[in-house]
């Protein structure tokens, strides 16, 4: 199954989750997810699933990029004025840059060896954050810290640790429906 197909069976398992939890819009100064990204999140009790699209400027092209992301709240804090506060908000995500000609699933044929160095169009990683809910229940603002699989190996491996190329932050406004 090709990564089109995978995205639409992703939507489509979004979409029949049942409709007794919450789902949001999203507009954020992204970060790893594209300069500026927009997206629907889904969201239960302690659980949220992110599925967004991200934009990002790549010399002097504008490319896209889809990004997924689950998130885990431990705790769900009220706190004055009837706001609600998700203080720590753990979790993993992914993204997928559409850009063919810089980034790659498999080596070009141009490399000397099939599998010469790692695909480069899907990153993983692991975010960090917190959330509120403002007390008209149907605005949010959240931010994010996030760091790449490949800034965990490079921070691993390397003395350089220069962080803005492995932990970039990320501004949310969203919307709850």
Not at 36 to 48: D, I, K, P, Q, W
Request: charged letters at 15%.
């Amino acid at each position: 199954m090709g990564y089109a197909q995978k995205l639409i069976a992703l939507i489509m398992v979004l979409l029949s989750l049942p409709c007794s939890a919450e789902w949001l819009g999203a507009a954020s100064v992204a970060g790893f997810f594209g300069k500026y990204s927009l997206g629907v999140a889904y969201v239960g009790g302690h659980h949220e699933t992110e599925l967004s699209l991200g934009a990002y400027s790549n010399a002097s092209r504008t490319e896209l990029q889809s990004n997924l992301a689950y998130r885990y709240s431990p705790w769900i804090v009220p706190v004055l004025n009837n706001k609600i506060w998700h203080p720590i908000q753990v979790g993993l995500f992914g993204l997928f840059s559409w850009d063919e000609k810089t980034y790659f699933t498999d080596s070009p044929s141009y490399y000397p060896t099939p599998g010469y160095y790692d695909q480069t169009a899907l990153r993983l990683g692991v975010e960090f954050g917190t959330s509120l809910l403002l007390p008209n229940n149907q605005w949010s603002v959240a931010y994010f810290i996030r760091v790449l699989d490949s800034g965990l190996i490079a921070i691993y491996n390397n003395d350089r640790k220069d962080l803005q190329y492995y932990i970039s932050s990320s501004l949310s406004l969203r919307y709850h429906f």
